[in-house]
């Protein structure tokens, strides 16, 4: 079983719901509730940055199969910086990639673009995979 979405969204307001509404089809009955929310939460952060941050077309993809769930947000930007920033309290935005490192089994960039993906393991048992790469190692 391998369920995939891959569609080039609009650079407005709407693509972060677009995304959303694409994954929940997609996986409706193949993941559990609670990761299905985790996913569509991360999906909403990635595109909302390419919307905001990004330039030219954005690329949504999405891969579920027994083991995970995949996805890559990519537009034509030249890079981004990834390092997870620490922010004050009253700061209103800037947490989106540590939501991303916190509710993600994995995550990271295809350097010199603008390319970030995350992953979300399924429940089930694994040999020999580590739960997260060093940052940067893909």
């Not at 947000?73 to 700061?91: H, M």
């Amino acid at each position: 079983m391998s369920d995939t979405i891959e569609v080039e969204l609009p650079r407005d307001p709407i693509a972060g719901s677009r995304a959303r509404r694409m994954l929940e089809a997609m996986a409706a009955g193949l993941l559990d509730v609670s990761e299905l929310g985790r996913a569509k939460l991360l999906v909403s952060e990635l595109v909302n940055n390419a919307v905001l941050h990004g330039q030219g077309s954005i690329v949504f993809k999405a891969d579920l199969d027994e083991t995970r769930l995949h996805v890559e947000v990519v537009d034509e930007g030249t890079g981004f910086e990834r390092e997870v920033r620490q922010r004050d309290a009253e700061d209103l935005g800037g947490r989106g990639l540590s939501l991303v490192e916190s509710e993600s089994s994995r995550w990271g960039v295809h350097e010199g673009t603008t390319h970030v993906w995350f992953e979300i393991e399924r429940p089930g048992p694994r040999l020999g995979v580590e739960k997260k790469p060093p940052m940067g190692e893909e």
